[in-house]
């Protein structure tokens, strides 16, 4: 399976089974899409007729813009969300180099053939755009390409994983969402959580803390690596058993051969001096809650006397910013229906000198004001583009920030086995309430339906880890014909549960949320690699 | 960022998820909410802990 698409000036293709990103001139993007449901002579005559010396000049069967699906498994999923037609945007810093065929940078592919570098492969794939025509000979060479892709696994790649989804998976646990305190200092509007508070608990006690320490080493064979993230409600409510439960784990670390690595999760609230000097001394990761700019912010993430948070928080994320010693951490806020131009509030955060920045759509119940609806898809794609734009701008100039859901490692990143595996709520991560009861995620607390047992009797033999372990990508036909499904791994089994009373359901709004920010970030890691050969 | 250069076509260098069926596997890597998500699925955004595959996020 392929998935082609047109981008910010880019026409991409990729290769799903294999990873493989490939950036094509339009005539090289018809030749893909029909090389594949046509085969090399097919290719060549609709190029041909598309292209060829003499012909009136067509497009192939690309069409002329939009997301395009092939393959032989299309799901009718493309077009008809933002994508752009190509046209040159954020591409006039490449135009130096009227030979596409130069072999300036000596580079070679795969074969060891030198080629041109990439402002020069670039500015010829521009030059294509909307005025080619293609010799014969040219056709022979753009076919030899497709098919050396082809040969070396790029193009075109059968899965050779697909059988993994057959094998009974028992991973060990490797992380717990640690819920220290069923309760907050504030009132937000779109808390999952119901005010922070899951339907009661209250604090986590001590004991409880250190007994999920000795839980998560217990159920951890073969992992030296163990996450724990303290999370709530606010969890700087219960400071004194944070600071215990990180002492315990470091106490016992070495002796049990495991490396523990923390995150809080904060409202900012009751960050003073001390919290400061804890979390950067011991916090691998800080995530900071902020929704952007102030009448964004104080909208929803309200004190309970109504007033917003903003102008608390900010002073002091800035000071726990600047004294992290450049570990880890996030400004990580929601946005809602209430600021559909979120790309507004992202760059507020970068302006206020933050750089690592996510922002989440809310996934709210039907009815309520904060709810993104189907509606709204189109101009959020928009806001996705746009965001890319001024994070590459941005980057020129020197004032770069990094975007959560645009940070993608190409070159290494998940291995297939993460991929298929998911987020591993349910069996690989599991989120501990203040009385010790255990749930697949935190967002699956409170409710009755999917309690997993305990941190002391352990998984209970109730089937919900097993469904959770079964809930992968391939059980579900719509995750199967899509091109996207090893960049989400079948999506967040909470929001499918929400969204549809099942966790084998598909949210189909944040689906196509989901492809257009990994269109939009695989665009952007292009743009931002020939950027750097300038 | 390194790519394969054809006439027509750039080869953005990418891991090749058919091959890390050989070497991936090792399930040291973190859960995705542990890091700033919380309410989607980011396992395209989580980083590989082995060494020899993790080097370029700068977005």
């Known amino acids: 399976m392929i998935h082609a698409y047109k981008l910010n000036g880019l026409n991409i293709i990729l290769d799903i089974a294999s990873g493989s990103v490939h950036c094509v001139d339009d005539v090289a993007y018809d030749a893909i899409i029909a090389y594949e449901s046509r085969g090399s002579e097919g290719a060549r005559e609709l190029l041909r007729a598309g292209y060829g010396d003499g012909d009136e000049r067509g497009n192939g069967e690309s069409g002329g813009n939009g997301t395009r699906e092939s393959g032989g498994r299309g799901n009718g999923e493309s077009g008809g969300h933002g994508t752009r037609e190509s046209g040159g945007r954020g591409n006039a810093d490449r135009r130096d180099n009227a030979d596409g065929r130069s072999n300036a940078n000596g580079r070679s592919n795969a074969n060891g053939r030198s080629n041109a570098d990439g402002r020069s492969i670039t500015n010829n794939l521009e030059s294509a755009n909307g005025s080619q025509r293609i010799s014969d000979g040219d056709l022979d060479e753009l076919i030899a390409e497709i098919e050396e892709l082809i040969s070396h696994g790029k193009l075109f ?26 309760a907050c200092n504030m009132d937000c509007s779109y808390c999952f959580a119901g005010r ?44 004194d058993v944070v600071k215990g439960v990180v002492n315990y784990a470091r106490r016992v670390e070495q002796s049990s051969e495991k490396l523990f690595r923390f995150t809080l999760t904060t409202n900012g609230l009751l960050i003073d001096d001390d919290v400061i000097e804890f979390a950067n001394r011991e916090m691998s990761n800080v995530v900071l809650s902020l929704d952007g700019r102030r009448e964004t912010n104080d909208s929803a993430r309200r004190l309970p006397d109504g007033s917003g948070s903003y102008d608390a928080v900010v002073p002091k994320f800035k000071e726990l910013v600047a004294r992290r010693g450049g570990k880890d951490y996030y400004i990580r806020g929601t946005y809602t229906r209430g600021n559909l131009d979120f790309v507004n509030d992202v760059v507020h955060m970068a302006d206020l000198g933050f750089t690592e920045l996510s922002l989440e759509p809310a996934v709210a119940r039907p009815g309520s004001p904060n709810r993104l609806e189907m509606d709204d898809l189109p101009y959020l794609c928009e806001q996705y583009e746009l965001l890319a734009s001024e994070m590459l701008r941005r980057e020129k100039a020197g004032n770069g920030f990094r975007f959560y859901h645009y940070m993608l490692d190409l070159r290494g ?6 991929r298929l595996a998911g987020c591993g709520s349910g069996s690989e991560y599991l989120a501990v309430t203040p009385k010790g009861e255990l749930y697949p995620c935190h ?83 292009i743009q931002s690699g020939f950027s750097a050969h300038d | 960022m390194e790519e394969n250069i054809l006439k027509r076509i750039i080869t953005i260098e990418t891991r090749d998820l058919n091959c890390s069926l050989e070497d991936g596997g090792c399930g040291e890597c973190r859960t995705s909410c542990q890091s700033a998500c919380k309410t989607s699925c980011g396992v395209a955004n989580q980083q590989c802990e082995n060494p020899e595959f993790s080097a370029d996020t700068e977005n």
């Not at chain 1, 990143?413 to 993460?418: A, E, L, M, R, S």
């Not at chain 1, 689906?511 to 269109?519: D, S």
Request: charged share 25%.
């Open chain 1, 196 to 239: 922070g508070e899951y339907g009661g608990g209250g604090l986590m006690p001590l004991e409880t803390g250190k007994r999920a320490i000795d839980f998560l080493i217990e159920n951890s064979e073969g992992r030296r690596n163990l996450d724990v993230d303290f999370f709530g409600g606010e969890p700087l409510l219960n400071l």
């Open chain 1, 157 to 182: 790649a059968k899965e050779a994983f697909s059988n993994l989804s057959e094998q009974e998976r028992d991973p060990p646990l490797k992380a717990l969402c640690l819920n220290v305190s069923h």
């Open chain 1, 413 to 418: 990143g998940p291995c297939v086995y993460k």
């Open chain 1, 443 to 525: 967002q699956f607390v409170g409710d009755d339906a999917f309690l997993m047992g305990d941190i002391w009797s352990g998984v209970a033999d109730n089937g919900i880890r097993e469904s959770f372990l079964k809930n992968g990508m391939y059980s579900r036909p719509e995750c199967v014909a899509c091109w996207a499904r090893l960049y989400c791994s079948g999506g967040c089994a909470a929001n499918a549960y929400h969204e549809t009373g099942s966790i084998g359901g598909i949210y189909r709004f944040g689906c196509e949320l989901f492809k257009k920010r990994i269109e939009s970030a695989i665009a952007l890691k």
